[in-house]
Structures are given as structure tokens and as C-alpha cells.
């Protein structure tokens, strides 16, 4: 099976979970045989994956890499964060036309490329998805990971949107990556449920390193959130609930990891709870940062108003850390060994995380029941059911 895959993000240049989801997917359909031309608007350097073909859309043009001062649009901001943080460059584009750039260029390089089926990864490359699709009449798979309205809620952008719409519609197959995803894209979108598949992510639990010796003192306990600091994530209600357990808890510390547009508001909002020496900002971690401050992790916590999956729960159970997630994410579909709260409910929050904290039988083993759930793990069942989705969007497109 020869994949068209496009993609706005691949490691090491990525902004969340999105280019985590690509890179394992990729590497689990080498596992089974496939070949992936993998193509991204621009292409970082250096880019280590000797699993998948990678291919920039636009050669030449400015990498996705950029200084601070010249920065690129991102797949998962707010059309206001990105105008705001991008308003000082005159010649900056906008994210929607580089889409529609990305878009023509990927239909160039379809009638050139070889290869049987087309897998586009959320709403920046479905149009480069239809039109690389009807350039060719190969089949197109769109692979949700995220709606408009999961990121933004009823305030979102209808441009997007209706991007999302319309793709959604005229792929052959349609790739969810957990039921309720699959509810949204039926509910919002009037997608043929008959055409939509639920296939989960997972990680490479072999792939884990080992934990690097600790730097932190015995006494000292660390809660983790990993995330865009954004609406859809609610790093908000992490720093409510880490407030009301300081008062309990005192000598932990409560570390945000991640960067975003509420950013600004958030640190605000420390600063109203006196709160700025046990709640802090790290800023964006690569996956090596990641690892190492999930080895140093006494707890987890998810607080997504909106998850459709979320794999950093799954890394952290494979740290042997315990991880607290949203009821409605979709990751706590796939894992039994978490303890579940309703992301808004601050209080109910604050005690779990309290109570994990304080017993460390408890904490010991939620983190061990979590490290061997997960440690069957692998992407190559994810790989093994996209491959019987190509195959059925190749009979459906050669059924009359």
C-alpha cells in the first residue's frame, strides 16, 4: 500500500499531539509493510524518520523552523491569537492562505507522485486532500484529531468550519480517533456514520527511555500539565484546582507545560491567588523535556474542556505516573487505570489530586497499574486498521 500522507506537523518541529500522532501512525504502517510519502508545508532540519518518505510542499520557502521574530502559522490557534502574534510582521501570511498554498501545491505534486490512497490529517490539509483527490480520483481518508469545535466551541471560526464541513462530506472514508469524535462529526457536520471509523491512538510503549535520575528532593511533589495553553485544553481550571490544593498542600508545585494565548491571563490569575511560587510556567518542552519531567511527575492532570484523545495521558501512565483525566476525554476510552473527574468541577479536582498526593500507597499504585496497561501498547494495531480503511475506501471508489 503506497500512502499520500499530508501533514501540518512532523517531529521535531511540532506544536502538540497532533505531530506525536503522526509520527508513531507513520511508524507503525512501515511496521506493517506500507509506504508513506509523508508532506508537510516545509521541511525543519534536521528531520530524523527513516520510516516514511518526507516531503516539503514547498521547497525552498521559509521552514517550518523559523526565528521568533518571523514566526509561521500554526495548525491550533485561535484565528485572534494568531492575527495578534503575527501582526507585527507586514508580510506575514495568514494560516488560511498558506492552507490554500499547501493545498496547490500538494495537487502539483499528486499528479506526479505515485501511490494508491490519500490520508490528510485535519482541516489545514483536507483541502489539499480534495484537491489532490479529484487531480488523481485516488481515494481520500480525512483523519479527525480535532474540530473547530472541540478548539474553540461555539466561537469558532466558520471558515474553518466550513472547510470541515465540506471535507468531511466528499472524503471516501472518514478516521475519528475516538467515539465521541465520531458523535461530533456526525452531530455537527452530518457525516454518514456508515463512512466514519473509530480508530484510537496509542504510543510505543517500547520506545520510552528509561527515567534519568531525579533532581528532585524526596519532599518535594510535582503535578504536570501538558498542553497548548488554550481554551480547548482549560489550563484554567488546573490553576483553580491547584490553588484550593495548596491550601491542603502547600510544599507541592504545580508546572504548566505549553505555550498559547491565554498565556497572558493565566499568569494573571497566579498572581490573584498569590500562588507565583507554587505555580509555574515552563514553557514549550520537546519530547526529550517531556520525558524527563514526567520521570520527576508525582501526578498527571488533564483539565481539556474539549479532548478528543490525548495521548500525553498515555505517556505519563508509561512513566509509571498516576493521571487524573476528563470524563468526556477520549483517551479515557482506551485506559482503565485513571481517575476521572468533570473538568470543570475545580473542587472535586482539587481533592483527587490532594488524596493522590498525600497516600502514597494510592499514588504507587494507580502509577504501576497504569505503567503495565499501557505497556501492551503500540501503534501498529492504529496502522493495522487504517490499512483495512484504505483497502475498503479502494473498493468504494471502484464500486459503481
Known amino acids: 500500500m503506497r500512502v499520500l500522507m499530508l501533514g501540518w506537523e512532523f517531529p521535531p518541529a511540532i506544536e502538540g499531539g497532533l505531530g506525536t500522532a503522526c509520527y508513531g501512525l507513520t511508524r507503525g504502517l512501515a511496521g506493517e509493510g506500507a509506504e508513506v510519502t509523508f508532506v508537510l508545508p516545509h521541511l525543519s532540519d534536521p528531520v530524523k524518520a527513516e520510516h516514511v518518505r518526507l516531503v516539503a510542499a514547498n521547497p525552498g520557502s521559509r521552514p517550518a523552523a523559523a526565528p521568533a521574530d518571523r514566526p509561521v502559522p500554526r495548525a491550533y490557534e485561535t484565528p485572534a491569537e494568531y492575527v495578534g502574534r503575527a501582526a507585527a510582521v507586514d508580510d506575514d501570511p495568514d494560516l488560511l492562505s498558506e492552507v490554500d498554498r499547501y493545498a496547490v501545491a500538494v495537487e502539483r505534486l499528486a499528479r506526479e507522485e505515485p501511490f494508491d490512497v490519500i490520508h490528510a490529517h485535519d482541516w489545514m490539509t483536507w483541502p489539499a486532500g480534495l484537491r489532490a483527490q ?70 510505543d510503549a517500547d520506545t520510552v527511555p528509561p527515567a534519568p535520575e531525579s533532581v528532585v528532593k524526596p519532599w518535594e511533589q510535582i503535578v504536570v ?24 498542600m502547600p510544599e507541592a508545585k504545580f508546572v504548566l507545560a505549553g505555550r498559547g494565548g491565554m498565556l497572558p491571563q493565566l499568569v494573571r490569575r497566579v498572581a490573584e491567588l498569590r500562588c507565583g511560587k507554587s505555580i509555574l510556567f515552563a514553557g514549550f518542552l520537546d519530547q526529550r523535556q517531556v520525558g524527563r519531567i514526567l520521570s ?24 509509571g505516573v498516576p493521571v487524573i483525566i476528563p470524563r468526556t476525554a477520549g483517551v479515557s476510552e482506551v485506559v482503565a487505570n485513571a481517575l476521572r473527574v468533570d473538568f470543570w468541577d475545580v473542587d472535586a479536582l482539587a481533592n483527587r489530586i490532594v488524596s493522590v498526593l498525600r497516600h502514597a500507597p494510592l499514588r504507587r499504585t494507580l502509577g504501576e497499574l497504569g505503567r503495565r496497561e499501557v505497556a501492551g501498547m503500540s501503534w501498529r494495531e492504529p496502522a493495522r486498521r487504517c490499512l483495512q480503511v484504505y483497502q475498503r475506501s479502494l473498493r468504494l471508489r471502484d464500486t459503481p
Open 134 to 203: 479529484k487531480a488523481t480520483g485516488r481515494p481520500l481518508v480525512c483523519h479527525v484529531h480535532s474540530t473547530e469545535f472541540d478548539r474553540c466551541g461555539d466561537a469558532g471560526h466558520a471558515a474553518i468550519a466550513d472547510i470541515e464541513r465540506r471535507a468531511l462530506n466528499a472524503a471516501t472514508e472518514v478516521i475519528t480517533v475516538s467515539g465521541r469524535t465520531r458523535h461530533v462529526v456526525v452531530e455537527r457536520y452530518g457525516v454518514d456514520p456508515e463512512h466514519i471509523v473509530v480508530i484510537h491512538n496509542a504510543i
Open 296 to 319: 520527576m511527575a508525582d501526578l498527571y492532570v488533564m483539565t481539556s474542556v474539549h479532548e478528543p484523545f490525548g495521548i500525553a495521558p498515555l505517556e505519563a501512565m508509561a512513566h
Open 225 to 248: 500539565f501538558l498542553g497548548r495553553l488554550a481554551f480547548q485544553k482549560g489550563p484554567d481550571y488546573f490553576i483553580e484546582a491547584a490553588a484550593r490544593a495548596l491550601s491542603h
